[in-house]
């Protein structure tokens, strides 16, 4: 008997869902086209079993189309490089002009740095000594100095990232427009870091440390030597060393500047 039930049930409800009772109605049909809904078809449904509430593409190059045409095109990063590259060149031009009519050409000028580039050994080992920047704005901003400790991380990317274009720049590989702005870019920021330091020396109202006073002497002595020689292996060595000894002077300042 329980099969027998079981049987009468299944059949009851099968046609249930067989009726033309279950097919959707008028007013389900019209909130699925105000939904965007349109593409369906039940002209031939006439029971919920087969009923189809989408109609598929005819052919899977219509299909692609239209996902196609719905995908968001995002900018390339070549053109987000140049976007950039543009605003900052528009926003420093009068810097860079007026530093131009200052020093009469010399101050944007750069040395040729042939036949080294960013994947030589030496170019590379002249690139790392921007880290020593990084490292000292890390352990100025965790020792509390959150002000030094920044401007000389962002000295360390603007440094790193001009000399990069520099060491382009020997092989021709790049724009000498571009290594000028990431010049410009590079004297803002060292400039600013550098007059940051000299502020904290004023504020202390006392002699700087005999460290940074060493320190800072030869780093000038070795930013001087590479405006002599503007070549070569001379001046990766020598600039490489004013990248030491200034990133210790910041180090120095800083850390006596927390002191007092």
């Known amino acids: 008997m329980k099969m027998i039930?079981?049987?009468f049930a299944a059949t009851i409800c099968l046609s249930a869902l067989s009726s033309e009772a279950f097919v959707p109605s008028s007013f389900a049909t019209k909130k699925w086209q105000q939904m965007g809904l349109n593409?369906?078809?039940?002209?031939?449904?006439?029971?919920?079993?087969?009923?189809?509430?989408?109609k598929l593409a005819e052919n899977d190059a219509t299909l692609e189309g239209k996902v196609r045409d719905r995908m968001l095109e995002m900018p390339s990063f070549?053109?987000?490089?140049?976007?950039?590259a543009l605003n900052a060149q528009?926003?420093?031009?009068?810097?860079?002009?007026?530093?131009?009519?200052?020093?009469?050409g010399w101050a944007l000028s750069y040395a040729d740095l042939s036949p080294e580039s960013e994947n030589t050994p030496l170019g590379q080992a002249f690139l790392a000594t921007n880290i020593a920047y990084a490292v000292v704005g890390i352990v100025l901003g965790i020792h509390g100095d959150v002000l030094l400790g920044t401007l000389t991380e962002i000295a360390s990317v603007a440094s790193f990232f001009?000399?990069?274009t520099q060491l382009q720049a020997s092989n021709n590989r790049i724009q000498d427009s571009s290594v000028r702005l990431a010049l410009s870019i590079d004297y803002v920021c060292a400039c600013t870091a550098i007059l940051v330091g000299l502020v904290y020396l004023g504020l202390d109202h006392q002699m700087p440390p005999l460290?940074?006073?060493?320190?800072?002497?030869?780093?000038?002595?070795?930013?001087?030597?590479?405006?002599?020689?503007?070549?070569g292996w001379r001046y990766l060595v020598t600039h490489s060393l004013w990248h030491l000894f200034s990133a210790y002077t910041a180090f120095v300042v800083g850390n006596a500047h927390l002191l007092t």
């Open 5 to 7: 039930h079981s049987i």
């Open 39 to 54: 593409n369906y078809d039940c002209s031939e449904a006439r029971t919920v079993l087969s009923w189809k509430p989408f």
């Open 78 to 84: 070549e053109n987000l490089q140049s976007e950039f």
């Open 90 to 104: 528009e926003a420093l031009t009068p810097f860079a002009k007026t530093i131009d009519n200052l020093t009469n």
């Open 162 to 164: 001009y000399h990069y």
């Open 211 to 231: 460290e940074a006073v060493v320190s800072g002497s030869a780093g000038i002595l070795c930013l001087s030597l590479g405006w002599v020689w503007e070549y």
